[in-house]
């Protein structure tokens, strides 16, 4: 199965500050989707098919890569972007994700 | 809106067998395929069973294969997933995710399954 890899683990961002959250493939995959999850609720969707915002996300964030190098970023850090983000791949069974960056506030 | 809502969890024995159930509401159920998410207590995500929108196509992971057996009512609009010979390792929040075009964009609240002794 493809194995995600996501860097840095924990990371710390003040308001307005520009975030990058990479993940890494050990296979090549086609497109990459990305997840946030608060403290007690369950993960939302944020981008799919790579760089495609999922619905009622703001454009502050953003998706890009290919093979196998993805990142997340989101252009001027909010307090309410606080969360685990978490990577997914869909183009080999199993589908797997990543084991998440939890990204806080400064 | 969209709504999922899980239920079934609880504390299970090594070995025994759980039903989970997901009351999907607020899109047509039957035109979707649905899956089985679980998020372990060290918050990593597992996908664990998908089926098909008319119920004749399923899919697992090899770690419950031939244990889980996921399965849908459409006349319901409800998801389960029937789980047996439980391990400790199965202990996880489990959630019920509706699938669009291999996009999971909408997540229930989750249900918590114990397996312990």
């Known amino acids: 199965q493809i194995v995600l890899t996501q860097s840095p683990a924990i990371m710390s961002a003040s308001p307005g500050e520009k975030v990058t959250m990479t993940c890494s493939a050990s296979s090549s995959v086609s497109y990459m989707y990305w997840y946030q999850q608060k403290p007690g609720s369950s993960p939302r969707l944020l981008i799919y098919?790579?760089?495609n915002l999922a619905s009622g996300v703001p454009v502050r964030f953003s998706g890009s890569g290919s093979g196998t190098s993805y990142s997340l970023t989101i252009s001027r850090m909010e307090a309410e972007d606080a969360a685990t983000y978490y990577c997914q791949q869909w183009s080999s069974y199993p589908p797997t994700f990543g084991a998440g960056t939890k990204l806080e506030l400064k | 809106d969209v709504k999922l809502v899980e239920s079934g969890g609880g504390l299970v024995k090594p070995g025994g067998s759980l039903k989970l159930s997901c009351a999907a509401s607020?899109?047509?159920?039957?035109?979707?395929?649905m899956s089985w998410v679980r998020q372990t207590p060290e918050k990593r995500l597992e996908w664990v069973a998908t089926?098909?929108?008319?119920?004749?196509?399923?899919y697992y992971p090899d770690s419950v294969k031939g244990r889980f057996t996921i399965s849908r009512d459409n006349a319901k609009n409800t998801l389960y997933l029937q789980m047996s010979s439980l391990k400790s390792e199965d202990t996880a929040m489990y959630y019920c995710?509706?699938?669009?075009?291999?996009?999971?964009?909408?997540w229930g609240q989750g249900t918590t399954l114990t397996v312990s002794s």
């Open positions: 089926i098909s929108s008319g119920g004749s196509y399923t």
């Open positions: 098919d790579t760089s």
């Open positions: 607020g899109f047509t159920f039957s035109s979707y395929t």
């Open positions: 995710t509706r699938d669009d075009s291999l996009r999971w964009d909408y």
